[in-house]
């Protein structure tokens, strides 16, 4: 499996116009990369080989607000 990196972000405005309310934006796997969590595993069955393997999360982004009481 070959070698990958991934870019993730968040930017988050705090206490905004004077308020108690925080807002962020956040994204992951920004580039959209395909990877695998884990490596193919290979099964020997009697009617031939099997592979198989877990990808990685797509890419994901959002919005979040929250408010401290």
């Known amino acids: 499996i070959p070698g990958?990196?991934?870019l993730?972000?968040?930017?988050?405005?705090?206490?905004v116009a004077g308020s108690n309310f925080r807002v962020s934006a956040f994204g992951t796997n920004l580039t959209d990369e395909v990877y695998y969590l884990s490596a193919p595993a290979f099964y020997n069955l009697?009617?031939?080989g099997v592979t198989g393997g877990v990808l990685g999360n797509?890419?994901?982004?959002?919005v979040e607000v929250s408010y401290t009481f």
Not at 8 to 15: A, H, M
Request: glycine fraction near 26%; hydrophobic fraction near 25%.
């Open 4 to 6: 990958y990196g991934l």
């Open 8 to 15: 993730g972000g968040r930017v988050t405005l705090d206490r």
């Open 46 to 48: 009697p009617f031939g």
């Open 58 to 62: 797509p890419r994901m982004y959002g």
